[in-house]
């Protein structure tokens, strides 16, 4: 039983493309998911006096 090298180097190569793409397109992706996550945030809303100032507590 021989072994064919051509088939083999081929698969070899296919293989190292394939994990190559994979990778590339994880950190693309993980960009992408980074940006929405920081997109979405609540901001804390802004208000005009604080709840002891409306109050009269504080002048």
């Known amino acids: 039983?021989?072994?064919?090298?051509?088939v083999v180097g081929g698969v070899?190569?296919?293989l190292i493309v394939l994990v190559v793409w994979i990778i590339k397109t994880n950190l693309k992706d993980e960009?992408?998911?980074e940006q929405q996550i920081i997109e979405s945030e609540m901001k804390?809303?802004?208000?005009e006096k604080?709840?002891?100032e409306k109050k009269g507590l504080i002048n």
């Open 12 to 14: 070899i190569i296919v």
């Open 31 to 33: 960009k992408d998911f």
């Open 50 to 52: 604080s709840q002891k």
């Open 44 to 47: 804390p809303k802004e208000h």
């Open 1 to 6: 039983m021989q072994i064919n090298y051509f």
